[in-house]
């Protein structure tokens, strides 16, 4: 029989159980040199993300655990990934690790390498549709394995009542465990950008039609 799924809901103090929980925190990428409107509604977000969850360590103790897409290292090795990867990112991790949670090495390194080559292909604008089709399936089995041992991973370090970050792209589909309980830290400011960002969009796509 096949193991029921976690699923990820939304922050409710009432549903605060024994056991142990992730807090999925979206993660959220910036340019190398932002404008000005943009970086400082990323830095919020970041705030925001900091002070939620400290809020939540308030009430059921101290996160214990950080898992980083697109790491594959933990400890210091892995900082400095996450430096290079995310400024914002590295900020809260570096909070979380002075307080003495755990960075974990969390990526396979050769299903990370496997699934981004696939990616690459598939946005390389091929002319054969049979070819596509080929590249396509590889694509979601090398995802499929990728999104498996992550979810294992998880399972695998994050002990009895320990809570843990996972701080990771959405729609990313990794399945977790029923006995893991999966809480969506979303503060006001991700809505805000995401609704700043498609503003943004929808201008730069006028502008190319009149042009």
Same mark, same amino acid.
């Given at each position: 029989m096949s193991e029921e799924l976690g699923r990820i809901e939304r922050l409710s103090v009432d549903s605060y159980k024994s056991g142990r929980k992730l807090l999925f925190v979206p993660l959220v990428f910036a340019p190398r040199e932002p404008q000005p409107d943009l970086a400082e509604r990323i830095n919020r977000y970041w705030e925001q993300v900091q002070a939620q969850i400290a809020?939540?360590?308030a009430r059921l103790g101290s996160v214990t655990k950080i898992y980083h897409e697109l790491v594959p290292v933990g400890g210091e090795d892995g900082t400095r990934v996450i430096e290079e990867l995310n400024e914002g990112s590295h900020k809260v991790t570096k909070a979380w690790l002075e307080k003495g949670a755990e960075l974990q090495?969390?990526?396979d390194s050769? %299903?990370?390498a496997e699934f981004m080559d696939w990616s690459k292909c598939l946005s390389a604008g091929l002319q054969s549709q049979a070819v596509a089709t080929r590249i396509y399936e590889f694509y979601v089995e090398a995802h499929k394995k990728r999104n498996e041992h992550l979810a294992k991973h998880i399972d695998e370090t994050l002990k009895d009542?320990?809570?843990?970050?996972? %701080?990771?792209?959405e729609g990313h589909q990794v399945q977790f465990p029923s006995t893991i309980q999966v809480f969506y830290v979303a503060p006001p400011s991700l809505d805000e950008l995401k609704r700043w960002l498609r503003?943004?969009?929808a201008e730069a796509q006028g502008a190319r039609k009149e042009s």
């Amino acid at each position: 029989m096949s193991e029921e799924l976690g699923r990820i809901e939304r922050l409710s103090v009432d549903s605060y159980k024994s056991g142990r929980k992730l807090l999925f925190v979206p993660l959220v990428f910036a340019p190398r040199e932002p404008q000005p409107d943009l970086a400082e509604r990323i830095n919020r977000y970041w705030e925001q993300v900091q002070a939620q969850i400290a809020n939540l360590e308030a009430r059921l103790g101290s996160v214990t655990k950080i898992y980083h897409e697109l790491v594959p290292v933990g400890g210091e090795d892995g900082t400095r990934v996450i430096e290079e990867l995310n400024e914002g990112s590295h900020k809260v991790t570096k909070a979380w690790l002075e307080k003495g949670a755990e960075l974990q090495p969390f990526e396979d390194s050769e %299903l990370l390498a496997e699934f981004m080559d696939w990616s690459k292909c598939l946005s390389a604008g091929l002319q054969s549709q049979a070819v596509a089709t080929r590249i396509y399936e590889f694509y979601v089995e090398a995802h499929k394995k990728r999104n498996e041992h992550l979810a294992k991973h998880i399972d695998e370090t994050l002990k009895d009542d320990e809570i843990g970050v996972l %701080l990771m792209r959405e729609g990313h589909q990794v399945q977790f465990p029923s006995t893991i309980q999966v809480f969506y830290v979303a503060p006001p400011s991700l809505d805000e950008l995401k609704r700043w960002l498609r503003e943004r969009e929808a201008e730069a796509q006028g502008a190319r039609k009149e042009s």
